[in-house]
């Protein structure tokens, strides 16, 4: 059995207007990976993500989702082991309640009323919305729309979770919250977790792997630190590393730090920082 999750083949997408949003997409995605696709606004990412949810087709190439073409034939399984969460969680929020808007996706598949319930109330569970089964979505904050728009999704118990921007609109405090969030529901239920963002700081938090799109094309890929290290290609995607990985850099161009021990996050930065002092006491000793 195969151990790809998502597979593109030569994609190429353009839209009616003739915008060309994909142009020779190639790429793999294991299963149980997290995978970030980083790039500026415009880049293609939402159209990307939407391939991989079956949402789109392709103008030219091939997408494959758990070893299946995405077609008329296939689309009904692959919707159902993909779970796509929009940037606006208002586009995904149209009931009258969170729980009838969490429990409308099982309820559509035919399952007994019993098991519904029970689906839907785990699902707000496990986002933390217990106890908002009959608020009115519009009233929610924007990080408890984003964690409802979650559990519709976590609901239909997908085996491939995808996420548009899901920093956007968001305080540092609900931006902190909800990436644990998401990492932590893709490692529970080991899933294969996509994200697409903008947002430099998510990659060195989550990512086995990360890409960098912009224009419709993947400039590089690798683990976070080889593609923070590409700053030609960053600057061609407008995009800047971390502001940790940036100071340590010039660290390490002063023989402050070591280039060795690039830290992505700031928990990182603060353990080196207290490792440098260290050797500095000794060797002064």
């Not at 606006?88 to 409308?104: G, S």
């Not at 995607?237 to 940036?246: C, G, H, I, T």
Request: hydrophobic residues 40%.
């Amino acid at each position: 059995m195969s151990n790809i999750a998502i597979e593109l083949k030569d994609l190429s997408y353009v839209y009616p207007d003739g915008f060309l949003a994909l142009d020779h997409v190639d790429l793999e995605v294991t299963k149980g990976e997290m995978v970030v696709f980083l790039g500026p606004n415009g880049a293609g990412k939402s159209t990307l993500l939407l391939q991989m949810a079956g949402v789109l087709r392709p103008s030219q190439g091939e997408v494959r989702i758990l070893g299946m073409t995405v077609n008329d034939k296939n689309i009904r399984h692959i919707r159902k082991n993909v779970g796509l969460i929009f940037q606006n969680p208002d586009d995904q929020l149209f009931c009258n309640t969170v729980f009838e808007d969490v429990a409308y996706g099982p309820s559509n598949l035919g399952l007994p009323e019993e098991e519904v319930v029970s689906i839907a109330r785990e699902a707000l569970r496990e986002v933390g919305l217990e106890g908002y089964e009959n608020r009115l979505p519009h009233h929610l904050s924007e990080g408890e729309k984003k964690k409802a728009a979650i559990a519709t999704v976590l609901s239909m118990q997908p085996e491939i979770l995808i996420v548009d921007e899901p920093t956007a609109n968001l305080d540092r405090k609900s931006r902190e919250e909800l990436i644990e969030l998401i990492t932590k529901l893709s490692r529970e239920r080991k899933s294969t977790l996509v994200i697409a963002t903008h947002d430099v700081d998510i990659p060195s938090e989550i990512a086995d792997r990360m890409f960098v799109l912009n224009k419709g094309r993947i400039l590089t890929e690798g683990t976070v630190r080889e593609v923070f290290s590409r700053l030609d290609l960053l600057r061609e995607a407008r995009l800047e590393p971390p502001s940790v990985f940036r100071l340590f850099s010039t660290m390490a161009e002063r023989n402050i730090a070591s280039p060795r021990t690039m830290p992505l996050t700031i928990e990182a930065a603060l353990k080196e920082i207290r490792d440098i002092l260290e050797r500095q006491r000794l060797s002064k000793a």
